[in-house]
């Protein structure tokens, strides 16, 4: 199993103010997922980076990649309230495709 | 993307007994599994569900605790047996249209167990 830190854990900002959550691990990883999810949910498929060095933005999200393809953020500007949830990244090992998930970062956007 | 839903959405169940959940997935898909998401927690492995032979369980997790079915490319069980109140969770399947794409997931089912 390769081990994933997310970081922070807890992380509650005002609207409107922007937020970064890291994915850090000593592994290698052939594609990194992040997903939202909200309580009494299934998590939700934001986006996928697989090249380092790969910066993808969706709306106000930016989620970039590493170049040694090790970590990944996402960065949220402006959030809103409905950014709210809890935020998980997850390696795709390139041996048995099977998924490694961080510990979650539970993101709470005041109004 | 695939649309996967789950039966129970949730639960509660008595000690000592077992409980099947369902996943259906609308197309036809290579790989299934289930995880477990226990209270505050992450997402931990339990199994891959392969189609027509045993599932692949991680270790922590064996068979007769948690036995698995997949009898064709849209459809798996996961049977939760002889429930103690540590199996109070979430239980989520997930698919892969391909080994190493994304992988979507299901809406979870509830468990708690008295």
């Known amino acids: 199993t390769q081990l994933l830190e997310q970081s922070p854990q807890f992380l509650s900002i005002q609207e409107g103010e922007n937020l970064t959550v890291y994915c850090n691990s000593s592994s290698v990883f052939s594609s990194l997922q992040w997903y939202r999810q909200e309580p009494g949910e299934g998590p939700v498929l934001l986006v996928t980076?697989?090249?380092?060095?790969e910066v993808k933005k969706l709306k106000r999200l930016t989620f970039q990649f590493g170049d040694a393809r090790k970590d990944s953020s996402l960065h949220i500007t402006a959030a809103q309230p409905g950014d709210t949830g809890l935020y998980l990244c997850a390696g795709a090992s390139s041996n048995d495709y099977k998924l490694s998930f961080g510990a979650g970062t539970t993101v709470t956007v005041r109004a | 993307s695939a649309v996967i839903s789950q039966k129970p959405s949730r639960d509660i169940c008595q000690r000592g007994t077992s409980l099947t959940i369902q996943c259906q997935v609308d197309s036809q898909v290579t790989m299934m599994f289930w995880y477990r998401q226990q209270p505050g927690q992450s997402l931990t492995l339990i199994a891959t569900a392969n189609q027509g032979s045993e599932a692949t369980y991680e270790s922590g997790f064996v068979i007769d605790k948690f036995p698995i079915s997949r009898p064709n490319l849209t459809f798996s069980t996961l049977t939760v047996s002889n429930m103690s109140p540590e199996d109070s969770s979430i239980y989520l399947c997930?698919?892969?249209?391909?080994?190493?794409?994304?992988?979507?997931f299901g809406p979870g089912t509830r468990l708690t167990v008295l």
């Open positions: 980076v697989v090249t380092g060095g």
């Open positions: 997930s698919v892969e249209t391909f080994p190493g794409d994304e992988q979507f």
